[in-house]
């Protein structure tokens, strides 16, 4: 195991809703990943949090936004919900913005 | 634009046999690294290998073995004498460093392999 932990391990919202995802990562570890993975897919970055600020943004739209606290933790916060939002969410974290990312278990989130 | 493809959807050997998952990538970046993940059912995404595009020589970790070549762009992976436990779904990821100082993995769509007793 990584050490790195996500809650909660599944979710189920209804669309419009509002979800925060918790991440905590591995100790030692400044930097964190978040990724959506849809089902049949690979990973696709949403954002990287380094010392409590976005420090890199993929494709996605400012209803994801993220925020990190002082312990490295991090939360990925989805607004107004969408049925493709439903998918497996991935956090990592690493020693520094550019090292190798450890990811933790994942929250599957089901929007209905 | 990066971009990684894994051309094997699923793969089904039986316990023992040797498997190779291919990996291919493009990138316009002169440095770089290349990754392969496992993903059991359970979902975690479990780190195997990291490697710096400068370093084209082979690896060898127990079972496991990869091969990089720059010339053919490719990074594939061998599992000699598979165990059912190898089952999984194995990505190949490529950094994506053009956002500053951040690194983003770029992520192929994985190969589902499935070992067999």
């Known amino acids: 195991e990584t050490g790195v932990t996500q809650s909660p391990t599944h979710l189920i919202k209804t669309r419009g809703q509002q979800v925060t995802l918790r991440c905590s990562s591995q100790s030692g570890h400044n930097t964190v990943s978040w990724y959506q993975q849809a089902l049949g897919q690979g990973p696709q970055f949403i954002f990287q949090y380094y010392r409590e600020e976005e420090n890199g943004r993929g494709n996605f739209p400012p209803r994801f936004s993220g925020l990190q606290f002082p312990n490295y933790s991090s939360e990925l916060n989805v607004n107004a919900l969408e049925l493709d939002d439903s998918a497996l969410y991935l956090c990592?974290?690493?020693?520094?913005?550019?090292?190798?990312?450890?990811f933790g278990p994942g929250t599957r989130l089901l929007v209905l | 634009a990066q971009k990684v493809t894994q051309a094997q959807t699923e793969i089904s050997v039986v316990e023992k046999e040797d498997v190779t998952l291919d990996c291919v990538y493009e990138?316009?970046?002169?440095?770089?690294?290349l990754f392969w993940y496992k993903q059991p059912p359970s979902g975690e995404l479990v780190f195997l290998i990291r490697?710096?595009?400068?370093?084209?020589q082979n690896e060898i970790s127990g079972r496991y073995s990869w091969n990089f070549q720059k010339s053919t762009s490719s990074f594939n992976f061998t599992i000699t004498a598979s165990q059912v436990v190898d089952s999984a779904v194995y990505f190949c990821a490529l950094s994506d460093r053009s956002q500053g100082g951040s690194e983003k993995l770029v992520f192929g769509k994985g190969t589902k392999l499935t070992v067999n007793p």
């Open positions: 990138t316009r970046d002169t440095t770089y690294y």
């Open positions: 990592a974290s690493s020693m520094g913005t550019q090292e190798t990312q450890y």
């Open positions: 490697r710096n595009s400068f370093d084209e």
